[in-house]
T-cell receptor, first 118, second 115 residues
Framework: GAVVSQHPSRVICKSGTSVKIECRSL??????MFWYRQFPKQSLMLMAT?????????EQGVEKDKFLINHASLTLSTLTVTSAHPEDSSFYIC??????????????FGNGTRLTVT | AQTVTQSQPEMSVQEAETVTLSCTYD???????LFWYKQPPSRQMILVIR??????QNATENRFSVNFQKAAKSFSLKISDSQLGDAAMYFC????????????FGQGTRLTINP
């Protein structure tokens, strides 16, 4: 149980275009989803936290107009990288916390999306 | 703000031997959780072990155990009888109980297992 599906796993886009990444909780309701970014050989850096039905909370230094996050339902959150540039190339990972889960329960991670902007 | 520090960018160990990965953290909270995650080349994040700060007993999961020193804010991971499949990036992570409960990760330690 507790499966998080992230799609696509890889995407290549041209500079200036937008790309959408989906994060779905397949067998549980995700009240909170987190979006992380990971550069090669580096750690996961939290970009934003989204709660179903409300605006996302962005970490300091993350451009909310560039990285649009929508959490319209309890099973789906999307991250849209708008007007992508080569420096946006990275590995993006979502994670989710389920409704009613105890505080010590681990977050469930998607498999990540490798974005390459040419 | 909470920070997590892993001072060992890389570690290596002979197969079947024991290795310890270090982690320290900084927080003013009294209630929180600590985790070790493993990230193999597939990039999937896999939970290895977790520790509640209010528990004095160190967590153990089969070959994996932690040494949790709350006063020192230290949370090391010991892997016994290392196996080739243990090779991966290991991330220490901290999570507060209140609020958004976001995970804060350390820089990671790349573990190599030598056959």
């Amino acid at each position: 149980g507790a499966v998080v599906s992230q799609h696509p796993s890889r995407v290549i886009c041209k500079s200036g275009t937008s790309v959408k990444i989906e994060c779905r909780s397949l067998d549980f309701q995700a009240t909170t989803m987190f979006w992380y970014r990971q550069f090669p050989k580096q750690s996961l850096m939290l970009m934003a936290t989204s709660n179903e039905g409300s605006k996302a909370t962005y970490e300091q230094g993350v451009e909310k107009d560039k990285f649009l996050i929508n959490h319209a339902s309890l099973t789906l959150s999307t991250l849209t990288v708008t007007s992508a540039h080569p420096e946006d190339s990275s590995f993006y990972i979502c994670s989710a916390r389920g409704a009613g889960q105890p505080y010590n329960s681990p977050l469930h991670f998607g498999n990540g999306t490798r974005l390459t902007v040419t | 703000a909470q920070t997590v520090t892993q001072s060992q960018p890389e570690m290596s160990v002979q197969e079947a031997e024991t290795v310890t990965l270090s982690c320290t953290y900084d927080t003013s909270e009294s209630d929180y959780y600590l985790f070790w995650y493993k990230q193999p080349p597939s990039r999937q994040m896999i939970l290895v072990i977790r520790q509640e700060a209010y528990k004095q007993q160190n967590a153990t999961e089969n070959r994996f155990s932690v040494n949790f020193q709350k006063a020192a804010k230290s949370f090391s991971l010991k892997i016994s009888d290392s196996q080739l499949g243990d090779a991966a990036m290991y991330f220490c992570a901290y999570r507060v109980i209140q609020g958004a409960q976001k995970l804060v990760f350390g820089q990671g330690t790349r573990l190599t297992i030598n056959p």
